[in-house]
């Protein structure tokens, strides 16, 4: 879910056991289809301890599985992602999925990916603490290419996170209170840019450089980023 690559790959571990919890050694036939149904790969073979890779949207279809057998697949490939699986309709959260193959109707396991993404707050203030207005920042991701968000109002900006979206917005500016605000950025590295100084201060060049890499809100108020009046 949210922005994806349709080229990245997700690679899975399968498991086939018994009711003792065994590893089953036999080999079974399966296909590999797109997203829209089409075949791309056939009569293709899985067993016990194999792995296979899927994209966005593509799925297996693994025939002649004995009734009763038990199944454990596993999804390697979820860094940057929050992973939910669903087994015969049932929700649940985490990358390893399990169950038994029943004897009537389909078996079925999905798996969903949703991307982690950041935020990050911060601040403008003198050296008192009073906070300055009218400041404007830019990002840029790690390639220099500009950020563009939605504006949220207030000070809010938030950077689309689905494809039906598209942003607009590449200077931010701070509130009332001298707060800046920007959510929806994707894993990775970013430098921050003051572009226009608050109102009745000295334009000075300040650019800050972070990493994002764990879901959380960085919050850069705590570094209480001054500018000196003139």
């Known amino acids: 879910q949210g922005r994806h690559d349709a ?3 997700f690679a899975f571990h399968i498991r086939f056991l018994d009711a003792r919890g065994e590893g089953v050694q036999d080999d079974y036939a399966y296909n590999r289809y797109s997203a829209d149904g089409k075949p791309l790969e056939t009569d293709l073979i899985i067993c016990d301890g194999s792995d296979f890779s899927l994209r966005d949207g593509e799925y297996l279809v693994i025939r002649h599985l004995p009734y009763g057998l038990r199944y454990q697949i596993t999804e390697i490939t979820t860094e940057g992602y929050s992973v939910t699986n669903t087994v015969n309709g049932v929700l649940l959260p985490g990358a390893e999925a399990e169950g038994t193959v029943a004897q009537n109707g389909s078996n079925t396991v999905e798996f969903t990916n949703t991307r982690n993404t950041f935020a990050f707050s911060l601040q403008k203030q003198d050296p008192d ?3 300055l207005t009218g400041a404007e920042f ?3 991701d790690s390639g220099g290419s500009p950020v ?12 689309p996170e689905t494809d039906e979206e598209t942003g607009s917005v590449a200077r931010f500016q701070v509130n009332a209170s001298g707060i800046l605000s920007i959510s929806g950025l994707q894993p990775g590295s970013y430098t921050l840019r003051e572009t226009a100084p608050p109102a009745g201060c000295i334009a ?3 650019f800050w450089n972070a990493r994002l890499t764990k879901p959380t ?3 850069w108020k705590r570094l209480r980023i001054h500018s000196r009046g003139g």
Do not use: W, Y
């Not at 968000?149 to 900006?157: E, Q, Y």
């Open 148 to 159: 563009l968000a939605l504006d949220a109002g207030n000070g809010s900006f938030r950077v």
């Open 204 to 206: 000075r060049r300040f």
């Open 138 to 140: 830019t990002l840029t």
């Open 7 to 9: 080229s990245a790959e």
């Open 129 to 131: 603490g009073t906070p």
């Open 217 to 219: 809100v960085h919050r």
